[in-house]
């Protein structure tokens, strides 16, 4: 654990809210999705461990709960206690498992769009953890480019890629001035890509037996568009934990914080101010 673990202060004016962003995606990477909480909520996000300077990939190994107790420390060494927790992806998998396994943090969750790979998959990945290497989503962050010349290069090339289609030049450009740093004469991937691939080589094998856990209100929300969140698993998802609110957004994928990310963060408020949290 780190000393003192970082986090990205997105500033704001009322209770405590909690984001924990996505596998690759840095906290400043939401700014669109998240300025709209700001005029009702303070909102702070955690800096995962890949984004420690001294991190090591190995540390990771057979589930995500190591990110879920950095969630804990951080918050335990902010001194918060009862904080609405939202997580996107990886962030949405480790605020559920901090929730459950310290209630007392959290008193209401927002999962969107949370990893939760149908147990035939996950029971393969088990098996066969030898065979991580071969998934697509791990050889692809392998093979991820980390170096740039410029910004404005970055944003040209990430630009001609399917993966941001849909996202506004305002949102692409939040991608490239956050999760590219300085080093040198060049800009570097500030999430290293040996992080994401080992991330994406142990996938949350606790996901269904912690969802009935949950004791918060939670609100959990899908892109209708996703690759991550196959139907049967949106359907065991609201069968495991069916006191939640489920909703699902049209015309997006896993990455609809960017892709849609006003209408994302109202849908969210909406239910907020339903629960006067």
Not at 17 to 40: E, K, V
Not at 98 to 113: G, H, Q
Not at 224 to 234: C, G, Q, S
Request: with cysteine; glycine share 4%.
């Amino acid at each position: 654990m780190a000393a003192t673990i970082p986090f990205h202060d997105f500033g704001g004016d009322g209770p405590l809210l909690h984001f924990a962003h996505a596998n690759a995606y840095p906290p400043a990477c939401y700014r669109q999705f998240i300025d709209p909480f700001l005029t009702h909520y303070r909102v702070q996000s955690i800096c995962h461990r890949p984004l420690w300077p001294t991190s090591d990939p190995a540390d990771l190994q057979g589930d995500w709960q190591i990110i879920a107790d950095d969630l804990i420390d951080f918050l335990e060494q902010q001194g918060w206690e009862n904080v609405i927790g939202m997580g996107h992806s990886l962030g949405a998998v480790a605020t559920m498992y901090a929730a459950v396994k310290r209630p007392s943090l959290f008193r209401a969750l927002v999962l969107i769009e949370p990893v939760l790979l149908p147990p035939p998959v996950l029971q393969l990945a088990a098996a066969h953890p030898e065979r991580a290497a071969e998934m697509p989503l791990v050889q692809s962050a392998v093979r991820r480019r980390n170096r740039w010349p410029s910004r404005q290069a970055a944003y040209q090339r990430f630009r001609e890629k399917s993966v941001f289609a849909r996202w506004s030049d305002e949102a692409l450009w939040d991608y490239v001035n956050h999760a590219l740093r300085k080093e040198g004469d060049e800009l570097v991937l500030a999430f290293p890509r040996e992080w994401e691939a080992q991330i994406y080589a142990t996938p949350p094998q606790a996901v269904w037996d912690t969802l009935p856990q949950v004791s918060q209100p939670t609100l959990g929300l899908r892109g209708a568009e996703t690759d991550t969140i196959f139907p049967e698993a949106w359907q065991m998802w609201q069968e495991k934990q069916s006191q939640a609110t489920f909703q699902q957004i049209e015309g997006v994928g896993h990455m609809l914080t960017m892709e849609r990310p006003l209408l994302v963060a109202e849908t969210i408020l909406n239910w907020l101010r339903k629960l006067e949290v």
